[in-house]
């Protein structure tokens, strides 16, 4: 990848777009951006095109951001790190789903059917052909993509990939069918042997449980018994409890209804001694001639009432 980049641009220009591209952190924004026109103004075109542009090739921008994760210190560390807590997941007991034997269909080796069935409903047959061609041409108009000998490279590693494939790939196939049929085949046989002895158990146990079953019914009757015992018992108790309890409420009852009556008694006896004390023989004469007075008034009254 370097070599490459010294073939496009020299390398004091190359040094220079490093070093302005990241300023120090104490010399501010401004200062940054007269750095990257310096720089822009220093560089070529080629070197200015592979840099400075987030279009670039990612193979061309990989010494750039090590380089930076180098110079930034804690910076590069804390990225790093973040990098490994997103990438630690928790595990999860759910049942893994089996895998498939087979692949899904494929175009051209590796292109997914998916792809065309969805792209057919909009573009047609030839949409994704068009998609890739287009897609292809744009890249290297736009010079996303420049050729150089890594293209020539890899399409000649391609070449030999898809020739080995094509010559050597159904008997690399049918070798690893016929391991894998083996291995099916012994684990399939361990399988019946452990499923056999299981059943044979199984039927062993089942008969040992038909012999079993009139002592089960015996402790179920004696279990029965054990369970109304304790349950006449239980009664016995809760009912002498209840007597118990009822004695001694109604002894509160009655005791209460002693003190209230005792305490009546004693107020009216109180009270009417305090009454009696209270009154002197002329407020006597005063009270028995005012009722007399009363008397005369009320017969006089009713008196009157009669004759009318």
């Keep these: 990848m370097i070599a490459s980049l010294h073939d496009f641009c020299p390398a004091s220009s190359l040094l220079s777009v490093l070093t302005t591209m990241r300023p120090e952190g104490m010399r501010g924004e401004r200062r940054g951006r007269e750095g990257h026109r310096e720089a822009e103004t220093r560089v070529p075109r080629c070197?200015?095109?592979?840099?400075?542009h987030p279009s670039d090739m990612l193979s061309r921008l990989v010494f750039v951001s090590a380089s930076a994760l180098k110079s930034s210190g804690p910076?590069?560390?804390?990225?790093?790190?973040?990098?490994?807590c997103l990438h630690t997941s928790s595990?999860?007991?759910?049942?893994?789903?089996?895998?498939?034997?087979?692949?899904?269909?494929?175009?051209?080796?590796?292109?997914?059917?998916?792809?065309?069935?969805?792209?057919?409903?909009?573009?047609?047959?030839?949409?994704p052909y068009m998609l890739g061609a287009g897609?292809?041409?744009y890249m290297l108009s736009k010079e996303i993509y420049v050729i150089n000998h890594e293209t020539f490279a890899a399409a000649s590693i391609g070449a030999v990939i898809i020739?080995?494939?094509?010559?050597?790939?159904?008997?690399?196939?049918?070798?690893?069918?016929?391991?894998?049929?083996e291995k099916v085949a012994k684990a399939q046989e361990v399988k019946d042997v452990a499923m056999s002895s299981l059943a044979q158990a199984i039927e062993d146990e089942k008969k040992e449980q038909w012999r079993v079953e009139g002592r089960a019914m015996l402790f179920d009757a004696k279990r029965n018994n054990v369970?109304?015992?304790?349950?006449?018992?239980y009664r016995e108790r809760v009912h002498m409890v209840t007597n118990e309890v009822k004695r001694r409420l109604d002894y509160q009852i009655a005791l209460q209804d002693l003190n209230r009556r005792l305490e009546q008694e004693h107020m009216i006896n109180w009270?009417?001694?305090?009454?009696i004390s209270s009154i002197t023989p002329q407020q006597e004469k005063e009270s028995i001639a005012k009722c007399i007075t009363d008397l005369k008034v009320l017969?006089?009254?009713?008196?009157?009432k009669a004759t009318a």
């Design 163 to 181: 020739y080995g494939v094509k010559k050597f790939g159904p008997s690399v196939a049918a070798f690893a069918d016929k391991l894998n049929e």
């Design 227 to 233: 369970a109304m015992l304790l349950e006449t018992n």
């Design 271 to 275: 009270v009417e001694k305090s009454v």
């Design 91 to 127: 595990q999860s007991l759910a049942p893994v789903p089996p895998l498939p034997e087979k692949g899904g269909k494929v175009r051209h080796g590796f292109i997914p059917e998916e792809l065309f069935q969805l792209l057919y409903p909009k573009t047609g047959v030839t949409g």
């Design 299 to 304: 017969a006089k009254a009713t008196q009157a």
């Design 47 to 52: 070197c200015r095109n592979l840099v400075l």
């Design 75 to 84: 910076i590069g560390a804390g990225v790093v790190h973040a990098s490994r």
């Design 135 to 137: 897609l292809l041409l």
